[in-house]
Every structure is written in C-alpha cells, then in structure tokens.
C-alpha cells in the first residue's frame, strides 16, 4: 500500500552542530522523525529548558552545540550550548539525535 505524501507541517526535525575542538571542524546530525515516532521526539525536545538556555560561552579548543526543532518550515526551537551545558535532557536529546542520524561533515 502506498504511503501518502508527508505535507510539509508534517515534518518534524531535529538538528545538531558540534564544531569547536583542536581543529576547529564542525559535525552535524540530522534526524527526522517518522510520523509514529513523532511525539517521542517531541517529549525530547520538550523536556530540555529552552527558555533557560544561556548562551555558549566562548572558549579556545572547545566544542560549541548549536540545537535547532524545525516543524513544518519553521525553527519553532533554537539553542547554542557550551560542551559542558549538555547534560540532563540536553545530553539525551544529542544522543538521540546522533544514534538517528549520519553525521555530515563540516568546514571551518
């Protein structure tokens, strides 16, 4: 049976940048939730406290996260994290994110 067409406010994503580090490259993870695991990723995302999300410190030789929600065509969620803000629902989300995803690589 075929499968009907994904509209695009269907579309539930999750991305995530980790650049930083000693060569200063960037990796990032890409997962879209498939319509029946959609409310497990959006328990994820609600669970992380976006509103309370400080902005990254800087830092030399340090990982910097960048955490973006996009339903339908809209970021409906954003945060830019330092390594050592991603803990608790933050960490839990990441490594969801990565187990799903392919990590694409990055420039400077």
Do not use: N
Not at 18 to 25: E, H, N
Not at 51 to 65: C, H, I, K, M, N
Not at 87 to 96: A, F, K, N, S
Request: hydrophobic residues 40%.
């Amino acid at each position: 049976m075929p499968r009907a067409e994904a509209r695009d406010d269907d579309v539930f994503v999750v991305v995530v940048v980790r650049s930083g580090g000693l060569a200063g490259l960037s990796k990032q993870w890409r997962a879209e939730a498939e319509p029946e695991r959609a409310p497990h990723w959006r328990t994820l995302v609600e669970s992380c406290p976006w509103d309370a999300a400080l902005p990254a410190p800087p830092g030399a030789d340090r990982y910097q996260w960048r955490i973006e929600v996009i339903e339908g065509d809209t970021a409906v969620h954003r945060a830019r994290l330092s390594d050592g803000q991603v803990q608790g629902p933050w960490r839990t989300l990441v490594d969801e994110v990565r187990r799903a995803a392919t990590p694409q690589q990055g420039g400077r």
